[in-house]
């Protein structure tokens, strides 16, 4: 996959799922952006796809 290609996939799957996320938002709110953050990262499976496909881009641009 090219990198366009993974950075526009990462860009609809954020404006789909991540934009208008409830539970990102209430842990925003109860725990800070910082913990909303990390859970998206660590523990959200759009997070961990995102993060998937950050690592495949990666791998194309060395």
Known sequence: ?????????IDTIMDTYCMDCLLKKALAKDKGKRAAHRFCIKECTVGEQIRLLGEEMNKRSH
Do not use: D
């Open 1 to 9: 996959m090219e990198r366009l290609n993974v950075m526009n996939e």
